[in-house]
């Protein structure tokens, strides 16, 4: 981390200034320049690309779960803490919003309840005596449609 704050700082303050009050030596931050970058390191940062692409794939929507989900599809072994670590570092936050859910029910209306002429008698001994309807919304492609269902009690 010291080295990475001098290698960020070199154009600010002068090398030996900042390895003398980081109390680092010059030869060690120039070693380290030198020295390539390890496999983690390389895997780390693969694994940045990957998350960041992700993430923006899915318009900032996935946390850290749903990207691992994603990578696991893709072969890769990695932990969910690892996932979350990383995306917590890089700092990125899955959106919260929640897509629009349509309420259907008005409880604060001043309309009298419907009666109830079943009371839980659901069967019927005529055809076309008593009937039962329904409406829900679906998902489909990015919009509503609605499903209304209308039985008839007798079959």
Not at 95 to 106: A, L, M, N, W, Y
Not at 127 to 150: E, M, Q, R
Request: net charge positive; hydrophobic share 35%.
């Amino acid at each position: 981390m010291r080295y990475l704050f001098i290698q960020k700082n070199e154009y600010y303050f002068r090398i030996e200034k900042m390895c003398e009050t980081l109390e680092v030596s010059r030869s060690g931050y120039y070693d380290w320049l030198k020295r390539e970058d390890s496999e983690r390191t390389k895997s780390n940062q693969k694994l940045y690309e990957r998350i960041r692409f992700l993430f923006e794939e899915h318009e900032g929507r996935s946390g850290y779960l749903r990207i691992h989900q994603d990578l696991r599809s893709e072969g890769l072994t990695v932990s969910k803490n690892r996932i979350h670590r990383r995306m917590r570092i890089m700092g990125l936050k899955a959106d919260g919003k929640r897509s629009f859910r349509p309420v259907i029910t008005d409880s604060k209306h001043k309309l009298p309840v419907a009666p109830n002429f079943l009371n839980q008698d659901f069967q019927s001994s005529d055809l076309d005596k008593i009937w039962l309807s329904d409406i829900t919304y679906i998902p489909v492609a990015g919009k509503w449609v609605y499903l209304f269902a209308i039985k008839d009690l007798f079959n």
